[in-house]
């Protein structure tokens, strides 16, 4: 309302919205025997591409969850599931070519996006906790600090969260930037430096509900830091009633 701004969310479960891919929904088991949501995924984007080709917005934001595509399973101390991202019309399935199928395929979205008149905004990954919060800052809040509940409710530093996001984060950046599209990195605002920990519990309020997904206190603080930011496009088109999808 802030803005006059009006969004159609289009979403599929699990599944990134990068035309002429689509997910593993966990390798190897999933290579041999797919899932029906495997299936979908892969039908589901060429439906996003068409609907963006067609239809008129002004804006198209990406978003997914990018770590688990690319990076180790191990992680800190926990070991993560494996999914890959996949060529349609070539697949390979390996970490290394999951991350050639990014680098171009994102590349050719944000083109795609932009052909149809719309400027292409991707989202980096949320940080990644490690493990379940449920009950994390169930403690009297008086016997203990803020910074004590979220070093409390976080199980993995700062340092490996950073590391984990790096192929992606620095992906998203460089093609953002040689497209003229933007870039929203997440461990940017919620991840300060000189901290030890990522920030998941602030003002009297927990950010995450589980591992890897912020809730709604999570995305009120990370749309208000992106507010903050100085590449923040909604302030100069304020009048302007858009349409958002993502």
């Known amino acids: 309302n802030k803005y006059n701004i009006s969004f159609t969310f289009f979403t599929f479960t699990g599944c990134p919205p990068v035309f002429g891919t ?20 892969r039908e589901q984007t060429k439906i996003w591409e068409e609907y963006v080709r067609v239809n008129k917005f002004d804006y198209v934001i990406l978003s997914s969850r990018w770590n688990w ?4 399973r191990k992680y800190y101390d926990t070991k993560q599931r494996r999914d890959l991202l996949v060529d349609k019309s070539n697949p390979k399935f ?13 590349d050719y979205t944000i083109k ?6 719309a400027q292409a905004i991707i989202f980096g990954q949320v940080p990644h906790s490690g493990k379940d ?28 969260v950073l590391q984990r996001s790096e192929f992606s984060n620095t992906t998203i950046k460089n093609i953002t930037s040689k497209n003229n599209a933007l870039a929203v990195i997440p461990t940017d605002f919620f ?19 589980d591992d890897d997904h912020i809730n709604m206190y999570g995305s009120v603080y990370l749309a208000q ?17 858009y349409h958002i999808t993502k």
């Open 22 to 41: 689509y997910k593993v929904y966990g390798a190897p088991g999933a290579i041999q025997k797919e899932s029906m949501k495997q299936i979908k995924c």
């Open 69 to 72: 595509l690319f990076e180790p």
């Open 94 to 106: 390996s970490v290394n070519e999951s991350k050639k199928s990014f680098l171009h395929f994102i």
């Open 112 to 117: 795609i996006i932009q052909t149809s008149g």
């Open 133 to 160: 919060l449920e009950g994390c800052d169930n403690i009297p809040k008086i016997l203990i600090s803020e910074n004590s509940i979220n070093r409390r409710c976080n199980h993995v530093p700062r340092m490996f």
């Open 191 to 209: 991840c300060k430096e000189n901290t030890e920990y990522c920030q998941i519990y602030y003002k009297g309020t927990r950010l995450k509900n």
């Open 225 to 241: 830091k992106w507010e903050e930011h100085e590449e923040f496009p909604f302030k100069l088109a304020a009048k302007t009633n």
